[in-house]
C-alpha cells in the first residue's frame, strides 16, 4: 500500500490551479456556467463553507466549485441559492462528477435543496484500487502527482463579501485536483508498483 506522511508532504512543491478562475454570484451567471458544464463528460467538483467556532452553530454551505481541465467556476451559494441548473447537473447522468467525501458534499448542499445526486465518483473509495490508503486529499494529490496542496485558507471566511486571490485558487484547486486525480489514474500513467511512498501494512 501507499501512504506519505505530513513532514513528507511539507518537503513537496507547492500545487497551483493552472487555469482560468470564474466567480460566479447571481443565478443568470450560474445559468451560463452550468449550460457549459453539462457539455462536458467529466468534471471536479468540492464544496466550502464558513468555519463554525461555536459548537452547534453550523453554517450553510456558502461556496461549489466546479472545475474542468482549464476553467474554474467558483459559484457563491450564499449569493445565487441553490439554483434548478445547479440541482439537474448535480442528478444528471450525463455528467460524471469527482469529489472527495462527497457524502459531506451532498449532504450540505441537500440542507440547501433536496438533491439525489447521479454519476458520482468517490476518490476515497476509488484511489484503493491504486494501492493508496491515504483518505485525504492532500495526502492522495501528493502520492501520485509529487506537490503539496496549501490547506492554509480552508478556515477562512467563506461568507465574505469578496473572496480574495488566496482563497479563490485554494477552492479551485482542490476541485481541479480532484479532476486532475482521476484522469491521471483512468488514463493509465500510474504505476503503484513505480510509486516512492510504499507503507508496511500489517498482515
Known sequence: MLGISKDAIAELPQAAFPGRIIMINSPLDCRKAIKYLMTQPVIGFDTETRPSFHKGNPHKVSLLQLSTADQCFLIRLNHTGL????????????????????????????????????????????????????????????IIFNERISKGQRLTNWEAETLTEAQQAYAALDAYACLKIYNYLTGGHFNP???????????
Do not use: C, W
Not at 439537474?88 to 469527482?98: A, D, G, Q
Not at 440547501?112 to 492532500?138: M, R, W
Open 83 to 142: 439554483t434548478p441548473e445547479i440541482k439537474e447537473l448535480m442528478e444528471t447522468e450525463s455528467v460524471r462528477k469527482v469529489g472527495l467525501s462527497i457524502k459531506d458534499d451532498i449532504h450540505s448542499l441537500s440542507a440547501l435543496e433536496p438533491i439525489n445526486p447521479g454519476n458520482i465518483i468517490e476518490l476515497q473509495t476509488f484511489v484503493k484500487d491504486y494501492e493508496i490508503a491515504d483518505n485525504s486529499l492532500q495526502k492522495v494529490y501528493a
Open 193 to 203: 508498483a513505480d510509486s516512492p511512498y510504499k507503507i508496511e501494512t500489517a498482515e
